[in-house]
């Protein structure tokens, strides 16, 4: 059976208990993922993400975030994504997501992912890009409003799981070719500049990770489809749910069993069999010689019975938004201090002199002033960069022995290809651009 809102309420009180020693829950593995505040939260949200971030949070440390970011690569009213965002918080821990523990917090609210963002930029050819499904999507149902957010999307993404050094990242089915190429930029990246990230892998237990429409079946259930029939919104009272339930397309023929040519049936028994946690197969024998009309009416109570006490705890945790802010405050805090720390590393490794607040994080005192010289390179002025040639030349003449001379060949060659800054001059470094 799915998580009940019970063990959500279990989850707020005893937090204080299991929060324990943080260096301790920074030694657990980590499991990061996001939701965009678009639409409305609804049941495949749940069992393709939410679902696995409440029973992951008791293995992992966890970060939860709401990509706020990424929603505005489509128009968004501002007003309704302030109060949107709330809610998507407020229905988290609804479902039983534990603040305590883990951390909740906004893209917005952290720097990092867009100064990463522009980091990876520089690494991911636009090919791999224009290749993404959903953009591929995106541009054939609105050729005209293609921005580079959009575009950019997949990168974004990678940044945000990157940053807090990710093992596991549960998402939908239809998350896995950006888990795909964020695993790709990972390796990339870490092939030009050496080992800075940690490859994710994505979790995406087998049932459940794509549901379809409820009245186009052949198309994936979204949050802001246009035509809310085709989704149970998360706060969808009793009756809608019956309604859109009772509604669903389904296909001809009267058996209740799945089958590649029949989707409409085949959805709605994942559903049931995600949200009831049974098999499919036991539902299939539990429903021999009975009709369509049957199962949807149970169907439906299923899903009202599982949704009842999530909207009684949302009322209550809604009604205080004050405490909705602190968590994401607190997550703030939580999340910059963790993806600062990737940051720097990636800062350093490709070459950007670190500022006082680096050195301040990494060492933990203001910087003295024969360590920030260890950090200032020499300036190469061209008449620098001369000297430096003209000394590796006369070393040329004055080497005697073959081997001496291969060696100055291969450094002479060695700067001629890179930048001349003081950072790449030797020949370990260099090597790493063949
Ligand atoms: P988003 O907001 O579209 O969806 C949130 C999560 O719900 C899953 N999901 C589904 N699962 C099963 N059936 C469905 N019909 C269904 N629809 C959606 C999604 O796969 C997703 O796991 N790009 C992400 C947000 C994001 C993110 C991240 C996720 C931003 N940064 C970092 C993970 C890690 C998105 O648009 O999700």
């Not at 350093?348 to 060492?363: K, L, M, N, Y």
């Amino acid at each position: 059976m799915i998580s009940s809102p019970e063990s959500a309420g279990g989850n707020m009180q005893d937090a204080a208990v299991r929060v324990g020693d943080p260096m301790a829950e920074k030694s657990r593995p980590l499991m990061m993922s996001g939701i965009q505040p678009t639409g409305a939260l609804m049941i495949g949200n749940y069992v393709g993400a939410l679902k696995h971030w409440v029973e992951l949070q008791a293995t992992h440390e966890s970060f939860f975030l709401l990509a706020d970011l990424h929603a505005i690569t489509v128009p968004q009213d501002p007003t309704d994504l302030q109060r949107r965002s709330l809610e998507f918080v407020a229905l988290f821990l609804a479902c039983g997501v534990d603040a305590e523990r883990g951390t909740i917090f906004l893209q917005s609210h952290v720097p990092a992912h867009t100064q990463l963002l522009w980091v990876l930029n520089c690494v991911v050819p636009m090919g791999e890009l224009q290749r993404m499904t959903q953009f591929k999507d995106k541009v054939g149902r609105n050729a005209a409003n293609i921005h580079v957010g959009l575009f950019d999307y997949p990168v974004l993404m990678a940044a945000d799981i990157l940053l807090y050094g990710a093992d596991l990242v549960p998402v939908g089915d239809d998350q896995k070719q950006h888990m795909e190429f964020t695993r790709h930029v990972a390796r990339k990246f870490n092939g030009l500049y050496g080992e800075v990230f940690k490859i994710p892998e994505a979790y995406t237990p087998r049932t459940g990770t794509r549901l379809m429409g409820l009245q186009t079946p052949s198309v994936k259930m979204s949050k802001s489809d246009r035509n809310a029939d085709n989704y149970v919104a998360l706060l969808d009272p009793s009756e809608v749910v019956s309604r859109k339930i009772k509604t669903a397309v389904t296909d001809s023929g009267s058996e209740i069993r799945c089958d590649a040519a029949k989707p409409g049936i085949s959805n709605l028994i994942t559903l049931y069999a995600t949200v009831s946690g049974e098999d499919v197969e036991a539902i299939h024998n539990r429903y021999i010689g009975k009709g369509y009309a049957e199962f949807k009416k149970n169907l439906a109570e299923l899903i009202i019975d599982f949704l009842g006490p999530i909207q009684k705890r949302y009322s209550s945790i809604a009604a205080d938004p004050v405490m909705l802010v602190e968590v994401l405050q607190r997550g703030a805090r939580n999340a910059r201090e963790r993806s600062e720390d990737t940051l720097s590393r990636v800062y350093r490794a490709v070459g950007f002199i670190p500022d006082e607040g680096d050195h301040r994080r990494h060492s933990g005192k203001r910087w003295l002033s024969n360590e920030r010289q260890a950090y200032i390179p020499v300036p190469v002025t061209p008449r620098a960069l001369h000297q430096r040639r003209s000394i590796m030349e006369t070393k040329e003449t004055k080497d005697v022995t073959a081997a001496a001379a291969a060696e100055t060949d291969a450094e002479v060659e060695c700067m001629t290809d890179c930048c001349g800054c003081c950072c790449c001059d030797t020949e370990e470094e260099c090597s790493m651009e063949e």
